[in-house]
């Protein structure tokens, strides 16, 4: 049977060019634009779910068993 360890597959993978880094947002820190992002992306998120008919009807699944 193969075992394989979860660093076997990144061992041998190449670097992603840096010009495809997402930019820092503070030197020196490891922070990128990917939590601003996520930050965005989750705000979006709300007001989709909260205030638009298809968050309702996500919303009454969840509260009613027989909605669906």
């Known amino acids: 049977m193969l ?3 979860f660093p076997y597959f990144y061992e041998n993978d190449p670097m ?3 010009g495809a880094w997402l930019p ?7 922070v990128h634009m990917g939590f601003v992002i996520a930050i965005v992306l989750a705000i979006i998120l709300f007001i989709i779910l909260r205030f ?3 968050g309702y009807e996500v919303r009454m699944l969840g509260y009613n068993l027989f909605f669906c």
């Open 52 to 54: 638009t008919s298809a």
């Open 3 to 5: 075992k394989f360890s």
């Open 24 to 30: 820092k947002l503070f030197p020196g820190m490891s």
């Open 16 to 18: 992603l060019d840096q």
